[in-house]
């Protein structure tokens, strides 16, 4: 068995299947010039040199590769962090042609129950290939979506079939991953990526399809990103066939994000306007612009951390933030907690002049 160790980094012909919820694992090998192909897809990474981050990762495994001793891995992060794209261009290293009837990847998020690793998992897991020596390959994308059954009996696969199968187990949240999966992979954690690294990939995307925008809109793309060049793909892709130019305004507007001058107004409004004026400026504002208040609390958290408050009153915001923010989770109306809110900055009003 191979011994678990934990990597942290700072920064589709179809698989012979019974299911037909599997991804297509070589989609990336698509014509790229197809109009109606996804970006994410166009400009997926086919090979470990091609992609843009994980530089730890990808050296570890290609060692791996290169000494023949694949152990099942594990791989956990943020989405839109390559986990997904790193496997595939493992696939394609490993089996080339082969790959369809070598390797077989399911979404878990899809097939959570016991049924897929009795029936699906296990019947590949234990046939032969004809012609064909080496490991197989099972990818389970989506894991942490698995029912705690399903991973018992996962658990139990990959001990059986260790010899002839090689498992990947992708997930969001290796916590929902149980400890007896856990520590049977070698374990990989997908850190977002660098803004250097989306900027470069960014520009080449930009390059080629001749898309027509500015500094701001490239800063405020890479801004929302968070780390995920999934996001940056979608969004850009989807500016771009709704705008000629795009620009900071125009991208904010395709994500229904609030922008930073937004935020600014809201601000301003719930620290120096009446009660009554700035709940109905703000409320006209969503209204307008489609904005939702989780989105808006999430924006106002930095923008309060970066104002000379007194400790006291930034402390009584933050709380109060968190508070509205958890209100919200568990349903309740953004009327009533938009209310709560101005209210909250009226009162840190009142303590900063105390």
């Not at 990597?7 to 070589?26: F, L, N, V, Y």
């Not at 394609?92 to 897929?116: F, H, P, Q, T, W």
């Not at 402390?315 to 309740?332: F, P, Q, R």
Request: glycine share 6%.
């Amino acid at each position: 068995m191979v011994e678990a160790m934990d990597i942290d980094t700072s920064p589709k012909k179809q698989a012979t299947s019974s299911s037909d919820k599997g991804k297509e694992a070589d989609i990336a090998m698509l014509d790229s010039s197809s109009k109606n192909l996804p970006w994410v897809e166009k400009y997926r990474p086919a090979s470990l040199d091609e992609l843009v981050s994980q530089s730890d990762i990808v050296d570890t495994l290609q060692r791996f590769i290169d000494d023949g001793k694949l152990p099942h891995l594990l791989f956990y992060g943020p989405p839109g962090t390559g986990k997904t794209t790193t496997i595939l261009a493992i696939a394609r290293k490993l089996y080339g042609k082969n790959l369809g009837s070598m390797a077989l990847e399911l979404n878990a998020s899809d097939d959570r129950g016991i049924d897929v690793i009795r029936d699906q998992i296990k019947t590949f897991a234990s046939t032969r290939t004809v012609f064909s020596t080496g490991l197989k390959l099972v990818i389970l994308d989506e894991a942490d979506a698995m029912t705690t059954p399903a991973q018992s009996a996962l658990r139990r696969v990959i001990e059986k079939y260790t010899k002839n199968v090689r498992f990947c187990i992708i997930c969001n949240y290796v916590s929902k991953i149980i400890p007896a999966v856990q520590s049977r992979c070698t374990r990989f954690r997908f850190s977002p990526l660098k803004l250097t690294d989306i900027n470069g990939r960014l520009d080449m995307i930009v390059e080629r399809e001749g898309i027509n925008i500015s500094k701001d809109g490239k800063n405020a793309l890479i801004k929302l990103s968070n780390g995920d060049m999934r996001r940056v793909l979608n969004v850009l892709q989807a500016c771009h066939a709704a705008y000629p130019r795009i620009d900071n305004d125009e991208v904010y507007a395709c994500t229904g994000q609030p922008s930073p001058d937004d935020i600014k107004r809201i601000v301003d409004w719930m620290l120096n306007d009446e009660f009554h004026i700035a709940l109905s400026n703000i409320t006209a504002l969503k209204r307008d612009k489609g904005l939702a208040l989780q989105d808006i609390i999430s924006e106002l958290t930095p923008y309060v951390n970066n104002i000379d408050f007194p400790p006291a009153t930034r402390i009584h915001l933050l709380e109060k933030l968190a508070e509205t923010e958890y209100n919200m989770s568990v349903g309740s109306t953004e009327k009533i907690q938009l209310s709560a809110l101005v209210g909250a900055f009226k009162i840190g009003v009142e303590i900063a002049g105390n």
